[in-house]
């Protein structure tokens, strides 16, 4: 009898023991669960990218226009002031969340084909390096910022005259 009952306390030990050591097995918490919904970011263009009126020569040049509207010209390029025309730098306007930063991405390493509607690639200018101010990121103070943008605009020798156009991308995108 003293060995079935000293049988009977092991084999109830064994069990009170094990179901105490699959209870410290098991935990459980919470947590909260969160989402911040900000304003999207907007842009909008205020004026264009204008480099005023360029004379070629028989030489290629090119027309620097700086992010803050200096343009100068290498080359065979010739700038004329003394006619009509309005030289600009490009001018956009972000809007969104007050005192984000954003990122700027402009057409890089690719140019811009620009017309002047003729025929023939002799018709056609390009545009390239485009640069900006702020670069390469910006701030939303008080949910807005604006920046500039300016590039250079290669000239070949004895280019056609007209009115040359085109357009260029800009994006901008909350970091």
Not at 27 to 44: D, L, W
Not at 65 to 79: D, E, I, K, N, Q
Not at 91 to 115: C, E, H, R, W
């Amino acid at each position: 009898m003293k060995k079935i009952f000293t049988t009977l306390s092991l084999i109830a030990s064994f069990l009170i023991i094990s179901t105490s050591i699959f209870a410290q097995n098991t935990a459980r918490a919470t947590a909260n669960v969160n989402a911040h919904i900000i304003q999207p970011i907007a842009i909008q263009k205020n004026i264009d990218l204008n480099f005023g009126t360029v004379v070629p020569t028989e030489n290629s040049g090119t027309v620097i226009l700086s992010p803050t509207g200096v343009r100068t010209s290498t080359g065979g390029a010739v700038l004329i002031t003394s006619l009509p025309g309005t030289i600009s730098s490009a001018k956009f306007t972000v809007t969104g969340q007050p005192d984000a930063t954003y990122s700027i991405s402009l057409p890089g390493g690719n140019s811009v084909q620009i017309s002047n509607g003729g025929s023939g690639s002799d018709n056609k200018m390009f545009v390239n390096n485009f640069v900006s101010d702020p670069t390469p990121n910006g701030l939303l103070e008080n949910g807005t910022q604006e920046f500039t943008v300016g590039a250079t605009l290669e000239v070949k020798e004895n280019q056609p005259v007209g009115m040359y156009t085109g357009t260029f991308e800009v994006t901008v995108s909350y970091n």
